[in-house]
């Protein structure tokens, strides 16, 4: 049940960042309900907080602690933007001038790409506990070298495409919060910009699951 969740959440966070195409009342309405298995998943997780002050220090504990203040950083500025920039669902609540600065938009956009970005670290971190967890629900104890070989290929296959999705969304454009009116990935259809966004999410979570990997020398 809670993969169930976790899957959902990124589902519905591929789909929020397709707002170019989205009516607004449904842009905002699946925004606040993001928000829901958000904090299930902070409820689920809350013993991890109670745990950092327990045990030794490394690099690799270290990085993942940096990313997951700044994945919640990036959640919370994306939220509290979005809804101070609502058109809709909040537009009587929040006064016009604020509703219609065009400072708060583009913070609401680039906080919303850098939340995709380290919502990917983030899946990527845990990929490797996941793909135990999966190997074991279906009974595969062995991994042959052909197959691993394989799996490999695929992967870097999939890491080139999300490198492709990136430029062809002007990813790094967007992260220095530049204002784009237009990137090739705009003139796709709908369901083609998703594709892309789950390109640059898959992208990060191959860099993640790298992480991962890295234990880091012990910090006194």
């Not at 905002?28 to 829901?36: D, S, W």
């Not at 904090?39 to 690799?60: D, K, M, Q, T």
């Not at 695929?154 to 009116?181: K, S, T």
């Not at 003139?187 to 992208?203: E, F, P, W």
């Amino acid at each position: 049940m809670s993969y169930l969740l976790d899957i959902l959440m990124l589902i519905l966070l591929v789909f929020e960042m397709t707002f170019f195409y989205l009516p607004p009342v449904l842009h905002e309405a699946v925004g606040v309900t993001l928000l829901l298995p958000i904090v299930w998943h902070f409820v689920r997780n809350r013993r991890y907080v109670a745990s950092l002050g327990r045990g030794h220090w490394n690099g690799s504990r270290l990085v993942r602690l940096l990313l997951n203040i700044l994945l919640v950083v990036s959640c919370l500025v994306t939220l509290v933007s979005g809804c101070l920039t609502s058109s809709v669902l909040f537009a009587d609540v929040v006064p016009f001038s604020l509703r219609s600065n065009p400072s708060l938009y583009q913070l609401h956009s680039t906080a919303a790409c850098y939340f995709l970005v380290l919502a990917g670290l983030h899946l990527g971190w845990h990929l490797p506990v996941w793909w135990q967890r999966w190997l074991h629900a279906a009974s595969i104890t062995a991994r042959p070298l052909p197959a691993r070989m394989l799996l490999l290929g695929f992967g870097g296959l999939l890491g080139a495409g999300g490198i492709y999705a990136a430029q062809q969304d002007r990813l790094i454009e967007r992260l220095q919060g530049a204002h784009l009116f237009m990137a090739p990935a705009l003139s796709y259809s709908g369901a083609g910009y998703a594709l892309t966004q789950v390109g640059i999410l898959i992208v990060f979570a191959e860099i993640g699951w790298l992480l991962s990997l890295w234990k880091g020398a012990r910090l006194k």
